[in-house]
């Protein structure tokens, strides 16, 4: 379906696409490979549910080896919750149950509330979830009626801010890192108020400096595709990934001696470096083994021609 004039094994780019509801992360990923073909790897760094819309970012050939550091970066959503309800998914997908709510919840009592879950807390994914207990996926065994015991998880949440609150509606952004369940957010926050809480609707809106009004409709980009446009080209570079981190320009002796695997002699501050070439390509992830030696964690040069 597309060009394919690049070696597979030099092929390395980052997807910005906005998924749509009513589809998994897995069947954009499908139809990304449907255009690049089966011997170029693809996967997305940072599921998204069916539900849920907004960024989902795709890494193509060498790029999927890069996943760890998109993992690494801060996620923006916003969401919208419904109070004085709940169901067994944590969402407006599952069976829903209605509260008896006694009081309803002022605004200052839900911004309290949230407060608590701002941090480095310990948050018990949704039993509908992917976490794997025992090899087995959580929501597996939920929908076969099994008892499911999930463990609570340490997350980070940055902020909630609340964008807008009309009982029951709640209409929140939330800057959260990786790991981090949203629907568990409406969850907890529906127990605390004595309210119930789902979470209706979700949009990741920012994956590190990936942005939503950056993403491109799978729809659009496919249409762009069948229209001559190079696959490769729409990919952007993986050297967005390293613009916060600090650079080692390699010199030639650095290039040979990370082509034969060898420790590299460096003098720096910083225990993790993006090592490039004088031209600003990424070549390598340097981590320190100890004083001034730095060895290649991730290292692209031994596939470079």
């Not at 940072?46 to 193509?60: F, K």
């Not at 709510?101 to 509908?128: C, D, F, N």
């Not at 001696?257 to 340097?286: M, W, Y």
Request: neutral net charge; aromatic residues 6%.
């Amino acid at each position: 379906m597309g060009k394919r004039s690049n070696p597979p094994q030099r092929i390395a780019g980052v997807l910005n696409l906005s998924k749509p509801a009513g589809c998994t992360s897995r069947d954009i990923v499908n139809r990304v490979q449907r255009v690049f073909g089966r011997h170029i790897r693809v996967g997305h760094a940072g599921t998204l549910d069916p539900m849920a819309t907004g960024v989902l970012l795709i890494c193509v050939g060498r790029a999927t080896k890069l996943m760890p550091v998109i993992h690494e970066f801060c996620k923006s959503y916003r969401a919208d919750f419904t109070l004085g309800c709940s169901s067994d998914t944590d969402d407006a997908t599952g069976n829903i149950r209605k509260w008896d709510v006694a009081e309803i919840p002022s605004l200052e009592q839900v911004r309290k509330h949230l407060q608590t879950q701002i941090g480095e807390i310990m948050q018990v994914p949704p039993a509908y979830s992917a976490v794997k207990l025992q090899g087995r996926r959580a929501y597996d065994m939920a929908r076969k009626g099994e008892p499911t015991e999930i463990l609570p998880r340490k997350v980070t949440i940055f902020d909630i801010d609340v964008l807008d609150y009309r009982y029951p509606h709640l209409n929140l952004a939330v800057r959260c890192g990786s790991g981090t369940y949203i629907r568990s957010i409406a969850r907890d926050l529906g127990e605390a108020l004595a309210t119930g809480g789902l979470m209706h609707d979700l949009s990741r809106t920012r994956i590190g400096p990936f942005e939503l009004a950056e993403s491109r409709p799978i729809d659009e980009w496919e249409a762009s595709i069948l229209e001559g446009a190079d696959p490769l080209a729409t990919c952007g570079n993986v050297e967005i990934l390293f613009e916060t981190w600090d650079q080692y320009v390699l010199s030639d002796v650095d290039t040979e001696n990370l082509s034969h695997g060898r420790p590299l002699e460096v003098q720096h501050t910083s225990d993790r470096l993006a090592a490039c070439t004088r031209q600003g390509k990424f070549v390598a992830i340097l981590e320190r083994r100890k004083e001034n030696q730095f060895k290649a964690t991730l290292n692209w040069l031994p596939t470079m021609t």
